[in-house]
């Protein structure tokens, strides 16, 4: 089976841009996430979806970013306007279902640079 | 804020030997997943393990659980060069899928 797409892999933008990342998840997972990776830390959850409906945004920095899923499927992330620390690896994950023990399949991710 | 701390933050060893990395949370948990991140990569999923479990296997890989102790441990067996990657624990909650990372462990294996 197709794995996570993500688009694009590689961004770079100055700050104060804009910016938006798309993910494509795995054929019939109804969960998607969204997650921010700086460099050296493990990856932190900044959005949950259950097909379109939003679990958990709590980490999410709601002044800049926003996510959308719409149709049960793709997603958006979209960062505006852009800031130095934003520059990190954002990866997108999707699984089978949210509640219980399922792992995660994720994306390469997109590399974002700000400067 | 990130629950699991990863012991060590790094580790070198020679190909053949074995490696262990060990991982500690503060909160209950549902279950908790070790995932593999190469250079420039997405994370790759290797084991989860149920709060009611103690011990799992898959191939050369050996988790434990102690939950008393709020630990885990991820054992690699006769290592190759191949393994070279990150090692990331991650905890899921009672609540949801929602996965909280440790900060990982940098495995480095020498041919």
């Known amino acids: 089976e197709a794995g996570v797409a993500q688009s694009p892999r590689y961004k770079i933008i100055e700050k104060r841009q804009s910016v938006a990342f798309w993910c494509n998840p795995i054929?019939?997972?109804?969960?998607l996430y969204w997650y921010q990776q700086i460099l050296g830390q493990g990856p932190k959850l900044l959005i949950q979806f259950q097909n379109n409906g939003v679990v958990d945004d709590s980490q999410l920095p709601k002044d800049r970013f926003s996510a959308e899923r719409l149709k049960g499927v793709d997603s958006t992330l979209k960062i505006q306007p852009a800031k130095l620390e934003d520059s990190a690896v954002y990866l997108c994950a999707s699984s089978h279902a949210w509640r219980g023990s399922y792992e995660q399949y994720f994306g390469p991710g997109t590399r974002l640079t700000v400067t | 804020s990130q629950q699991g701390e990863e012991d060590p933050q790094a580790l070198s060893i020679q190909e053949g030997e074995n490696a262990t990395m060990n991982c500690s949370y503060k909160?209950?948990?549902?279950?908790l997943q070790w995932y593999r991140q190469n250079s420039g990569r997405g994370l790759v999923h290797l084991i989860l393990i149920r709060s009611n479990e103690r011990e799992k296997h898959s191939g050369r890989l050996r988790v434990t659980l102690d939950t008393s102790k709020k630990s885990s441990s991820l054992l690699i067996t006769a290592s190759r060069a191949a393994d070279t990657a990150s090692y990331f624990c991650a905890t899921g909650d009672n609540q949801g899928g929602k996965l909280i990372f440790g900060q990982g462990t940098e495995l480095s294996v020498k041919p």
């Open positions: 054929s019939g997972h109804a969960t």
């Open positions: 909160t209950s948990i549902n279950n």
